[in-house]
């Protein structure tokens, strides 16, 4: 099984509201992705954690604030967002196995964001 | 210099041709490859994972050049089906990071 769920599928959310996506993964694997993707670009990266704990953080503003509460989980929380973060929030996990050269990353299906 | 380049193409190709598309990559410490199709609207797929100098399954041919830093994927006998966004995607050597090229759009035509 190489699944990993997200929820919701689509969110709108104005300006001054809270919200959060969140990911789930249920491959034993210990690194977990947050992408951004633009239309007609490439995920961007925005955080990854290793081992339940933060790694990369790609210089992404503070409203976005990631967390993970366990080796299965990552939530994405949102505030105070702008509308030019309207995007499609992906993500991915993939493998920590010491001395393996192939890591395949895996993605869920993605929240389509729209911020008004 | 980008850590992955790829040709954005678009590609268009007839039913039944083949077509390549190639990727350079900067590190050449560089050891995990890999060509993901992303659908439009969709999310990025795992298509094959690049081992040592390449491998093949089925239609799909993928091939690593460590000499001059590139990985190719080919693509016989295609499909209306195989028209997508193709991604090449090298990992960092170390760390956990991941590398996407551009993306090749492929769009096969009856």
């Known amino acids: 099984d190489t699944e990993v769920t997200q929820t919701p599928k689509h969110l709108v959310m104005g300006m001054t509201n809270k919200k959060s996506l969140k990911c789930e993964q249920h491959?034993?694997?210990?690194?977990m992705y947050w992408y951004k993707q633009k239309a007609k670009k490439p995920p961007e990266l925005m955080f990854v954690?290793?081992?339940?704990?933060?790694?990369i953080n790609e210089s992404v503003p503070s409203r976005f604030s990631p967390e993970c509460p366990n080796s299965s989980l990552l939530n994405l929380h949102l505030h105070a967002l702008q509308p030019e973060d309207s995007a499609l929030y992906l993500c991915a996990s993939s493998q920590l196995l010491a001395g393996q050269l192939t890591y395949e990353q895996y993605f869920g299906p993605g929240t389509r964001l729209t911020v008004t | 210099r980008k850590e992955v380049e790829q040709d954005p193409g678009p590609f268009n190709v007839p039913e039944g041709a083949t077509v390549a598309f190639n990727c350079t990559y900067s590190n050449s410490a560089s050891q995990s490859f890999f060509w993901y199709r992303q659908d439009c609207r969709k999310e990025p797929k795992l298509l094959m994972s690049?081992?040592?100098s390449g491998n093949e399954d089925g239609r799909f041919t993928a091939q690593l050049n460590r000499a001059s830093q590139y990985i190719s994927l080919l693509i016989r006998d295609s499909k209306l089906s195989d028209s997508a966004t193709y991604l090449c995607v090298v990992k960092a050597p170390t760390g956990n990071q991941f590398y996407f090229g551009t993306g090749t759009s492929l769009t096969v035509i009856p």
């Open positions: 954690y290793s081992y339940e704990k933060l790694s």
């Open positions: 491959m034993g694997h210990r690194a």
């Open positions: 690049v081992y040592s």
